[in-house]
């Protein structure tokens, strides 16, 4: 985590008083840095400001699993701070990312109480779970193959996709030998490109066809 002192070019919560934004400060990350380690005290509210991230959960037989991802304007510790969640979970950045970090002590002085606030957060609670659910709808309404480009188009930074394929296929609920052909087909097809370990540059017009389309 790198401090940055600098405010003014960035876009910050409306919701935030002047007394809560004087007193944080903005945090950045490079790609694939912990932001957040799991099971550990929350000691900032984030909200990211700029890049994406992924919330992971490590089971008992040491597994690591994507459960959701972030993107500007998300917030990290909602449902700490709301009393929903008592075990943290691990938070990892996408590419370059800026958060806002907010101290608990801030937040416990001048957010808990604040009607207005705490809506924003139950708004936004909500707003995740019904995420949640519509991707496990459209694990199964679509083929693989459009799934996969729209995982690609939502977790790439600077048009480079850059995930594990292990974490991936258990994400999309697929074999990891069925990911593995589909890939190999994108890569034949010119839709990625491989650029470095692990590392694809993405066809994003063509990315952008395959994906499956928001009907809003």
């Known amino acids: 985590m790198k401090k940055i002192s600098y405010k003014g070019q960035y876009h ?3 919701e935030l008083p002047k007394v809560v934004l004087d007193q944080s400060f903005l945090t950045s990350y490079s790609h694939g840095e912990q932001i957040h380690q799991a ?7 984030f909200f ?3 890049g994406k991230g992924k919330i992971l959960l490590t089971q008992e037989n040491g597994k690591t699993t994507i459960i959701q991802f972030i993107h500007q304007n998300d917030w990290i510790g909602e449902l700490t701070i709301l009393g929903a969640e008592t075990e943290t979970r691990e938070i990892r950045s996408i590419g370059h990312t800026i958060c806002l970090a907010i101290p608990m002590s801030v937040v416990t002085a001048y957010l808990l109480n604040d009607i207005t606030f705490i809506r924003l957060m139950g ?5 995740k779970l019904v995420s949640r659910t519509m991707h496990f709808s459209k694990n199964q309404n679509y083929i693989l193959k459009h799934r996969l480009a729209s995982f ?3 977790v790439s930074s600077d048009n480079l996709y850059q995930e594990n394929h292990i974490q991936v296929a258990e994400y999309l609920g697929v074999s990891y030998r069925h990911l593995l052909h589909t890939f190999k087909d994108f890569r034949q097809e010119g839709l990625v490109t491989k650029v470095g370990h692990q590392c694809f540059r993405i066809n994003l017009t063509e990315i952008e066809k395959l994906a ?5």
Do not use: F, S, V, W
């Open 12 to 14: 910050l919560p409306k």
């Open 39 to 45: 099971n550990t005290p929350l000691d900032y509210l």
């Open 48 to 50: 990211m400001i700029k």
């Open 123 to 127: 708004a936004y609670a909500g707003h």
């Open 152 to 154: 690609i188009l939502e």
């Open 212 to 216: 499956i389309q928001d009907p809003n």
